[in-house]
């Protein structure tokens, strides 16, 4: 079985590394999280033969590995782990048409300041594409507790944007105009 645990580390230490390096800022906390990771397969060694798609399996638990790392410390998400997969804007072909990064980073200043109980649903539906009915059991709420928190951090997102700035979208949901009414507005 070993030989086997040494075989998948061989084959997915890379994309693993990269995946915690990626969303955690400091190195040292990205190789813990990347040792955990292979410690909790070496403990759940006995149910590598029921696993289907081991590369799709280690990565819920290196998912699982980073949501615990940040409840755990007490860390909000950094902007960078939600930067990299696309949570609040995803980018068009003329991106310079646009003004959608210019307001995303200032959503995703305003999405960190959120309490916890809608920024973790938020990051895990939009940004690890999880399913409603996995974040509520991850997160221990009711399948529609799950649905709301993602929507209340929608609308909050939403909301704040819309109370700070003069807001145009075009046809696809793009921004194509904006005026600031305050200092607080997309800098």
Same mark, same amino acid.
């Given at each position: 079985?070993?030989?086997?645990?040494?075989?998948?580390?061989?084959?997915?230490? &890379?994309?693993?590394? #990269?995946?915690?390096?990626?969303?955690?800022?400091?190195?040292?906390?990205?190789?813990? *999280?990347?040792?955990?990771?292979? *410690? =909790?397969?070496?403990?759940? #060694? /006995? !149910?590598?033969?029921?696993? /289907?798609?081991?590369?799709?399996? *280690?990565?819920?638990?290196?998912?699982?590995? *980073? +949501? /615990?790392?940040?409840?755990?410390?007490?860390?909000?998400?950094?902007?960078?782990? +939600?930067? /990299?997969? @696309?949570?609040?804007?995803?980018? $068009?072909?003329?991106?310079?048409?646009?003004?959608?990064?210019?307001? @995303?980073?200032?959503?995703?200043? &305003?999405?960190?300041?959120?309490?916890? =109980?809608?920024?973790?649903?938020?990051?895990?539906?939009?940004?690890?594409?999880? =399913?409603?009915?996995?974040? %509520? %059991?991850?997160?221990?709420?009711?399948?529609?507790? @799950? &649905? $709301?928190?993602?929507?209340?951090?929608? @609308?909050?997102? &939403?909301? $704040?944007?819309?109370?700070?700035?003069?807001?145009?979208?075009? !046809?696809?949901?793009? +921004?194509?105009?904006?005026?600031?009414?305050?200092?607080?507005?997309? !800098?």
């Amino acid at each position: 079985m070993l030989n086997e645990i040494d075989r998948y580390v061989e084959r997915y230490e &890379k994309e693993l590394r #990269q995946f915690f390096n990626h969303r955690v800022s400091n190195r040292f906390d990205a190789e813990d *999280l990347f040792q955990n990771l292979w *410690l =909790k397969v070496l403990i759940n #060694q /006995d !149910s590598l033969h029921k696993v /289907d798609n081991i590369r799709a399996w *280690l990565f819920q638990i290196a998912r699982n590995n *980073l +949501i /615990d790392f940040y409840r755990k410390n007490n860390k909000e998400i950094p902007a960078d782990s +939600i930067g /990299d997969v @696309s949570i609040l804007v995803e980018e $068009t072909e003329s991106e310079s048409d646009n003004y959608n990064k210019e307001c @995303s980073s200032y959503l995703l200043r &305003k999405l960190k300041e959120m309490p916890e =109980k809608y920024q973790l649903p938020l990051w895990l539906h939009v940004g690890e594409n999880w =399913k409603h009915q996995k974040i %509520s %059991s991850h997160i221990n709420v009711s399948l529609s507790g @799950s &649905k $709301t928190r993602v929507h209340r951090a929608k @609308s909050k997102l &939403k909301q $704040t944007l819309m109370d700070c700035c003069h807001v145009q979208f075009d !046809s696809y949901g793009n +921004i194509v105009r904006y005026e600031s009414k305050k200092l607080c507005c997309v !800098s």
